[in-house]
């Protein structure tokens, strides 16, 4: 598989990664090996700190009692991430198996919000340093995230975890605490280059990708940062799922197992606050102090150059792959304030006097709803949009009432508890799940038994709710019309590696981001 | 409206069509302003309302996506009332009906007979391609050298050889999956490889594949032919390109992929879009284009509309450096033909004499239609509509006496022959035999219904013989002076107006279509369904001649040689260029360019003979 | 290829009766508001379903459901004069949907016979095919196609069950991988039955 000439060129650090991860490498006689390898090392370890929270007390509630809702207070804060969702088709609703699953999910994602945008240094979300009680997040702190930029690298080359790189144009600006953002080519268009997203400011909406540690390493480990490595893959590619501790039930034949995360992938939309135009909305906003990096053709038409903004998050969409769910659980939240909601009756409900991405004082001269900015979209290093054009944005009505009603609630009393901190600014919008058990439970046989899908009926096993979008991050394929309108499954079901023919990528699309060694 | 946008083009593109978008942004790219008029819709931020319009169409053809609106309230939209009509496959039924292809409150061309043209186009950004397969066969040699090889019609002005660059980059730019092992036969050959391997084949491609080696078929001039199944070569992603995404198998080519793993214009209208040199002003039709007393085109005139069936909002006229139509093979002459004036008493481009060409030499590739039940499953329905064909029979000796022919191998089951599965499941509910396929009328329901279903819908599958129509002179668009009211769109232009029939030449090669199809299904022992036409059909004729029998022909969409291109203007109007004889700074774009059309599908070979143009025009004439 | 027609032309009386563009009903998902008997009606009217269409209950209405399509054609269905009666045959004997089925199917009310024709179609196609154009069809057998009087929905025609029945997706909806169509499909039951 690896080329054992330019394995012997690396040597000494090549040496000190296989002794963590066992590979033998018989061709590579300079130092011979006297003690016996060491254990191959587990990308989706154990963890003794899972949050198993539910979001009522069912479990201990035998029928025909009604379970009660598990209370929201600041226990909640410090109670960790969840490794997994708890969830139940029994619940709050009497006989509303649909209902209360998704209630469990969406429980689920406010305990995941919480957990990665508590502060890297340990302390509790809302207690830290910065205005609003804001501080440098989990997700932020290269740690526990890795941009992927910094994973699908020039040439193919291999990443190292946990290494910043600080482009040469960067170097000048650099100071503690900044984080360096490389731009790539969906990192001011969205998928599919659909087109961008311009402020009220007139600045361009930015989108970053970002990936957990276990996820990381699957790429890392199987090769797949480079195209080659991708067509030499064998097998179908599947991410480690994250598990809650499970205890051991003899009569059952389960073996107890600690918790594991597994893969979780994270999308990040941002807008640009300018320091005095903008400094009543710095303790509204997550914010960091960004270097951003324009690398120049293909990704931008500028560049190289660098360049510093400070950065307000506006969207968070997480995907984490769990047990009973192999088409991985899909969380987004945007900041309240990014645009207004249609109601009902298709109207536009105006809830506040100013929007991140809606103009509210204009008459007849709004732009068209939802609508692209006219083209050319490249920005340049000041990121303004060349042109009097701002993004006229509303949230169209995708989910069902019972489900915004249930997630209003859920955002009234979380975000009640972050009250006085930047982040009593955000809400979730739902949780996007596959909601047919039998289908699951097939498609995880086969993921164990490294056997593709193409034996499934459905693999995405029936996404609950069917249509799920961020106005920040699928502005434009906002809808209920099926395939065409925005569904995390349905769309990422489609994502392939660079095999050839292609193969499925398990349900992300940052495998298709790999460059090739080849020009 | 446009000054404001782009006030003074270097070049001024009607169409933005594959053709119109390719060359917009090839010049745009190098710097060169660009205006495109578009006489249909604006490229939308998402295909949400197109889809949705898809879903929700009862008869969903080719056109049922895309506006203008199909129907209105009591039936077909008269195309009268509408500002940017285009044909649809609903009027091309038979006379005194609904779609009564004669009718010109229901159908938008004008069909003089004696036999019905049964193509069809969009008006919409993008243009056709957005409804097409995709795709994207090279011609062999043999087609550009009719004349010298076979002793018919003409030969290309241009070579395989000529173009051979050309289709490569052109496989690039729309993104092409197919592997060059496949591809080189008949004389094909490559100098660059494909973007993107190619896509599997489906389980009817390898049912069909079966029978190649023990295939025989007689008397049509392939007595000693090496059957095979080939890989078509098709504008489908199977590798992640342009930031779209790979094929999934929707089967929905034909009208609209929901992904966009297909190619369609909108992709290349971005990329023009991006250069910060090319403008598109919508909704915008040419109606005019004036010449000056030097033979050189001085300006076309535009009428802007709001809404579909609205007045106009804006009239003007604009110029540029140079000027191209790229309007497709029907409304391209239409708009030449209706441009007469003192310097062009024939329509522009066509000569001050009486052996003008434009408009004439109108040709489609006829589509012979057949369908079987193969013997064991091969499960259609499934992956894109085509994945293969059989392209070795396209050339031959027997083209000095008919039409040569592609064959396509379907994966929709019977889809496209009757409109399954929606008719065999209405047979079976309700006790009809409109497939042919319950064939005592028996009405099943439950377990009974499931299992005759699964059985039959499994077994379908069809293949698609294009034949090379002959380029006749007779067959041609034309749009007469003085005409009623009714026979005009809602701005006030005539329609086209269509005389077409098949010539011998071409019968002949449907008939031997014909043969070949069932010699192929006996050879898969498949059994087959293929129904004899009505003589009512306007899209028939009578094969053996002088008997009563019929073959249907369908359109397949290919519409082709109204400004062909030629060395002497005396039978051309366009140079291998696609510049005008008669106009030096006017370019007529696209199929219409063909002298001839062989047998492929035409997207790929205008799409390289427009980057051609674009090229010579970029260094050679906008220097 | 282009103009060739995927799903064709409309022939005489079938197309006269079509003319009007269908309004399609975008899915509204409806909400959890209905009453219990309503509720009631509902599953007997899926489990009826199931006995006219040859599909397990449980995959028309799974029990945990984000679609919800059988809502939409129990309303669709509701609309129909004939549609107490078709219940009724169901509520006498719930407890056996393929014999209520056939008491549908071969009912001596041709109103009732056709309604339960229409449910079928309903199901299968995603489409409404009103019981008297079913009825006219079969007294003057019209020329294929026979396009429907209404499209229910996109969402209706996503969740048709030909297709399944013929081992696929509908043409336009597939949530399959690249390249499946290179294998044998899953088996029908994998389709139509209730999954364990």
């Known amino acids: 598989m690896r080329n054992s000439r330019s394995l012997a060129l690396a040597a000494i650090g090549v040496l000190a990664v296989s002794a963590l991860i066992g590979w033998s490498m018989p061709s590579l006689a300079q130092k011979p090996r006297s003690s016996p390898p060491a254990p191959a090392r587990d990308i989706n370890p154990p963890l003794t700190n899972c949050n198993v929270t539910p979001d009522t007390n069912q479990a201990s509630v035998p029928a025909p009692g009604q379970p009660t809702a598990t209370p ?70 290269l740690a526990n995230f890795r941009p992927l930029g910094d994973v699908m690298l020039a040439k193919g080359a291999k990443p190292t975890w946990g290494t910043r790189i600080v482009p040469p144009e960067c170097k000048r600006l650099d100071g503690p605490n900044k984080i360096i953002f490389h731009l790539g080519e969906e990192a001011f268009n969205q998928p599919f280059k659909t087109g961008p997203l311009i402020d009220q400011d007139g600045n361009f909406a930015l989108f970053d990708i970002l990936m957990n ?26 991410f480690p799922p994250g598990n809650n501790p499970v205890s051991e039930d003899a009569t059952k034949g389960i073996k107890a197992e600690p918790g594991r995360m597994g893969a979780i992938m994270l999308k990040v939309s941002y807008r640009i606050l300018d320091p005095e135009k903008n400094k009543d909305l710095i303790d509204k906003f997550h914010t960091s102090d960004a270097l951003i990096y324009f690398p120049g053709p293909p990704a931008t038409t500028t560049g190289p150059a660098c360049v510093e903004k400070k950065l307000g998050l506006v969207g968070f969409h997480v995907g984490h792959k769990t047990r009973g769910a192999p088409q991985w659980v899909w969380t987004s939240f945007e900041h309240v304030s990014n645009v207004p909601d249609e109601g009902p009756n298709g109207s536009i409900e105006k809830r506040l006097d100013r929007y991140n991405f809606f103009n509210v004082k204009c008459t007849n001269d709004c732009p068209a709803v939802n609508d692209t900015p006219p083209q050319p979209w ?42 006085g901190t930047v982040w009593e600014n955000y809400m979730l919008l739902t949780t996007q799940w596959p909601s047919n058990r039998p289908c699951v439970v097939e498609v995880e046989k086969l993921e164990k038994a490294k056997k593709d899908l193409m034996t499934v009926f459905d693999p995405t096993c029936g996404p609950a709710p069917t249509y799920l979008a961020n106005t920040t991050l699928e502005t434009y394929s906002q809808g209920r019309i099926p395939l065409a309108s925005s569904s995390c499954m349905a769309c990422h079901g489609n994502a392939t590696t660079q095999h050839v023919p292609a193969t499925a990528s398990d349900f992300t699309f940052i495998l298709e981001k790999a460059q090739s060694a080849r020009r | 409206m446009c000054a404001e946008r782009m006030p003074n083009p270097d070049v001024l593109i009607v169409g933005s069509g594959i053709a119109g978008a390719l060359i917009a942004w090839q010049l745009g790219r190098k710097g060169r302003k660009v205006l495109i008029l578009e006489a249909g819709e604006a490229l939308p931020p998402d295909i949400n309302d197109y889809m949705k319009t898809f879903l929700a169409a009862k008869d969903k053809v080719p056109e049922s996506p895309y506006p203008p609106a199909l129907f209105g309230a009591t039936g077909l939209t008269n195309p009268r009332t509408v500002n940017a009509g285009r044909p649809t496959v609903l009027s091309l039924l038979p006379k005194g009906g609904f779609g009564d292809w004669t009718d ?74 197919a592997d060059v092992a496949d591809q080189n036969y008949l004389g094909i050959n490559f100098s660059s490889n494909y973007p993107m391997p190619k896509i599997p084949l489906s389980l009817v491609d390898m049912e069909v594949e079966k029978a ?30 342009q930031a779209r995404r790979v094929c999934a198998g929707n089967t929905n080519c034909i009208p609209i992929c929901p992904i966009q793993a297909k190619y369609d214009p909108s992709v290349t209208l971005a990329f023009a879009l991006r250069t910060g040199n090319v403008d598109v002003s919508y909704k915008t039709v040419a109606s005019k284009v004036y010449v000056d007393g030097n033979g050189r085109v001085s300006g076309i005139d535009f009428i802007r509309y709001d809404k579909d069936d609205g007045d106009p909002v804006e009239r003007g006229r604009l110029t540029a450096k140079l000027y191209i139509l790229a309007g497709n093979a029907i409304e391209t002459p239409r708009l030449l033909l209706m441009s007469k004036s003192e310097q062009t008493p024939n329509g522009v481009a066509n000569r001050r004499d009486d052996k003008g060409s434009v408009g004439k030499y109108l040709m489609d590739h006829p589509l012979y239609l057949a369908w079987a039940l193969t013997d064991k499953p091969v499960w259609g329905y499934r992956g894109p509509l085509s994945t293969a064909g059989i392209e070795v029979c396209r050339d031959g000796r027997f083209r000095r006496e008919r039409g040569a022919f592609r064959i396509e191998i379907g994966n929709e089951g019977w889809n496209f022959p009757i409109q399954d599965p929606d008719t065999t499941t209405v047979d079976f509910v309700n006790g009809l035999n409109g497939s042919g396929l319950n064939k005592d009328s028996k009405p099943l329901f439950g377990t009974g219904l499931t299992c005759a279903l699964n059985e039959k819908l499994s077994r379908q599958f069809r293949l698609g013989f294009l034949v090379e129509q002959s380029p006749d002179d007779t067959n041609r668009v034309t749009v007469p002076d003085q005409v009623p009211d009714e026979l005009k769109d809602h701005l006030g232009l005539t329609r086209p107006h269509i005389t077409y029939d098949l010539s011998e030449y071409t019968k002949r090669g449907m008939a031997a279509a014909k043969t070949t199809a069932s010699a192929i299904f006996k050879s898969m022992n498949a059994e087959e369904f293929t129904t004899e036409p009505k003589a009512d059909d306007p899209i028939t004729f009578e094969w053996p001649p002088g008997q009563t029998t019929r073959i249907k022909y369908f359109g397949a969409g290919h519409i082709a040689g109204t400004h062909r291109m030629g060395e002497r203007s005396e039978n051309s109007v366009v140079d291998s260029l696609q510049r005008s004889h008669d106009h030096e700074n006017l370019y007529l774009v696209g199929s219409g360019s063909f002298p001839t059309i062989a047998t492929a599908n035409p997207t790929l070979t205008l799409a390289a003979l427009c980057l051609r143009t674009a090229d010579h025009i970029i260094n050679k004439v906008l220097k | 290829m282009t103009g060739f027609t995927r799903r064709k032309m409309l022939t005489g009386a079938a197309a006269a009766a079509a003319g009007a563009v269908g309004s399609a009903n975008l ?31 449980e995959r028309l209405s799974p029990t945990v459901d984000p679609i919800q399509i059988d809502r939409e054609y129990f309303k669709q269905a509701k609309t129909d004069p004939a549609f107490d009666g078709l219940m009724q045959i169901i509520r006498a004997d719930p407890s056996n949907p393929e014999a209520a089925a056939g008491k549908v199917l071969f009912n001596s009310d041709p109103n009732i016979m056709y309604l339960g024709r229409s449910i079928i179609l309903m199901w299968y196609l995603g489409a409404w095919y009103e019981p008297k154009t079913l009825q006219k069809f079969n007294s003057s057998p019209p020329r294929p196609p026979y396009p429907p009087d209404q499209i229910i929905s996109p969402a209706a025609y996503t969740q048709g069950w030909t297709w399944r029945v013929a081992q696929t997706h509908p043409m336009g909806y597939s949530e399959l991988l690249f390249g499946y169509w290179s294998n044998e499909p899953p088996k029908l039951e994998a389709f139509i039955r209730k999954l364990s």
């Open chain 1, 378 to 419: 490249d920005p340049d290093t000041s990121l303004k949009f060349k042109g009097p054009y701002r993004s006229q944005v509303v949230r169209k009505r995708m989910l069902s009432g019972p489900v915004i009603d249930e997630v209003a609630k859920f955002n009234e009393a979380f975000r009640g508890l972050l009250n």
């Open chain 3, 27 to 57: 899915t509204t998902q409806t909400a959890a508001q209905t009453t219990a008997a309503d509720d009631a009606d509902r599953k007997l009217f899926v489990a009826l379903s199931a006995g006219l269409t040859g599909i397990d209950k």
């Open chain 1, 72 to 141: 929201i207070t600041a226990a909640l804060l410090t109670s960790g991430q969840p490794c997994q969702q708890v969830v139940s088709t029994r619940g709050l609703i009497d006989g509303n198996g649909l209902a209360n699953l998704q209630r469990g999910f969406d429980f689920y994602s406010w305990l995941t919000f919480i957990a990665m945008n508590s502060p890297a240094d340990g302390k509790t979300i809302g207690q830290g340093p910065r205005p609003g009680g804001d501080a440098v997040t989990k997700w932020e702190d």
């Open chain 2, 212 to 241: 190649m080696p023990n295939l025989k078929v007689a008397d049509v001039g392939l007595d000693d032919l090496k059957w095979k199944v080939s890989s078509t070569p098709a504008a489908r992603n199977s590798q992640p390109y």
């Open chain 1, 213 to 238: 540690r276990p996820m990381y390493d699957f790429i890392a480990e199987n090769g797949l940062y480079s195209k080659e490595g991708q067509e030499k893959f064998k097998g179908p590619i599947g």
């Open chain 2, 104 to 177: 010109p409150k229901q159908a938008y061309l004008i069909q003089k007979g004696p036999r019905a043209f049964g193509s069809t186009y969009q008006r919409i950004n993008g243009g056709t391609v957005r409804h097409w397969l995709g795709t994207s066969l090279r011609f062999v040699p043999s087609d550009f050298e009719m004349k010298s090889r076979f002793n018919r019609f003409v030969d290309w002005p241009i070579k395989y050889r000529d173009l051979e660059r050309w289709y490569g980059d052109a496989e690039k730019y729309i993104g092409v999956s």
